[in-house]
């Protein structure tokens, strides 16, 4: 499987699941977690899977609810070089999640396109 579209499928908790499942996924390379209210929770544990998975490329959060969440995603974002596109749209980034994001760029040269939107 190298693609996963599960928009608005209500997913919330679920989300941590999958975050655990992508830690060990070594193919999947696109996937599209579009209004599934994912939340902070949801957030740090997609954020933990970014931090050892080398498959994924992109990696849509449009609409979920994350918050706070952004920080943890830009703490991630410092350690994978394969992720190419993040979609954050309507996440409510905020200071802290936006500065977290700038920080991980300085360092972060595989990801080529970043909405916030």
């Known amino acids: ?36 209210a994912v939340g902070p929770t949801g957030a740090q544990k ?6 050892v998975n080398k498959s994924l490329r992109e990696l849509n ?9 952004c920080v943890a995603i830009g703490e991630a974002l410092k ?7 993040l979609n954050l749209k309507t996440n409510a980034v905020g200071p802290t999640g936006a500065q977290k994001l700038a920080d991980a760029l300085k360092v972060n040269k595989s990801l080529r396109e970043l909405n916030l939107w």
């Open 46 to 51: 997609l954020a933990d899977a970014l931090k």
């Open 1 to 36: 499987l190298r693609e996963l579209n599960l928009w608005n499928n209500r997913i919330k908790e679920g989300c941590v699941a999958i975050g655990e499942a992508l830690k060990n996924n070594f193919t999947l390379e696109a996937l599209n977690l579009k209004t599934n």
């Open 79 to 85: 350690n994978n070089f394969t992720l190419e596109a």
């Open 61 to 69: 959060l449009w609409n979920n609810r994350i918050k706070e969440g």
